[in-house]
């Protein structure tokens, strides 16, 4: 479960915010353009999110906050997520787990976990099965409803596919399979040298 998100300097967000979800419903209600939307979208993003389509800019670094009425730009985003994991549904020792992605207009990016830096894949890898990972379905966002009816059969299969947990799986598989590929090239390479050297 979201606890809470920590936003900073992400889209309208210039100041530091910190919306906290209790277990039951939440909704954030305001006037149009007041940043609404943003915070999906901040959620989306420190979950690993690079579609500039799904983000609604153009470049990355448009998600990085430009200034407003008295208030100056920033040189970088940072969003943090606060997840529950009190049921160790993460396969890590805390109760509590922070993802925060960073990015900066010189256009590095950083990424921690209970902040220790990680990879995006580290975070990816922590997320798949949970619905909140790439191509996840824990965040419907305007018109996805139709998207996903209308969707590929291929791809109806991948929704059900995370939402039955085999995702995991299907991640190891190719991994192992890469590693196979690798180390038959290996031998093949190795069975030329004894060649030549015979
Ligand atoms: P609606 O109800 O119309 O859908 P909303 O409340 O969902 O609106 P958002 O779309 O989340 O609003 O926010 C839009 C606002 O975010 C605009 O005012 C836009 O100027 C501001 N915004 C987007 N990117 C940035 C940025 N990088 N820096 C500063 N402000 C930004």
Not at 25 to 38: A, E, L, R
Not at 104 to 128: A, M, Q, T
Request: glycine share 10%.
């Amino acid at each position: 479960m979201l606890k809470k998100v920590v936003i900073q300097g992400f889209k309208s967000f210039g100041e530091k915010t910190e919306i906290t979800f209790e277990p039951s419903i939440t909704g954030i209600v305001g006037p149009n353009g007041s940043g609404k939307s943003n915070v999906a979208e901040a959620i989306r993003w420190a979950l690993g999110e690079t579609k500039t389509k799904i983000l609604r800019s153009e470049r990355q670094q448009d998600v990085i906050f430009t200034g407003s009425q008295g208030r100056k730009p920033v040189g970088m985003a940072e969003v943090t997520l606060i997840l529950d994991n009190s049921n160790k549904h993460f396969p890590l020792p805390y109760a509590e787990i922070a993802i925060t992605r960073r990015f900066f207009r010189s256009g590095e990016s950083e990424f921690y976990i209970n902040k220790s830096p990680c990879r995006l894949k580290d975070i990816h890898e922590l997320l798949v099965d949970t619905g909140l990972g790439k191509h996840g379905y824990a965040i419907i966002g305007q018109g996805q409803v139709d998207e996903i009816l209308f969707s590929s059969p291929e791809e109806k299969r991948s929704y059900l596919e995370e939402a039955a947990g085999i995702n995991r799986f299907r991640m190891r598989e190719l991994e192992a399979k890469k590693k196979l590929l690798e180390t038959q090239n290996g031998i093949t390479r190795l069975n030329d040298l004894t060649n030549e050297l015979t």
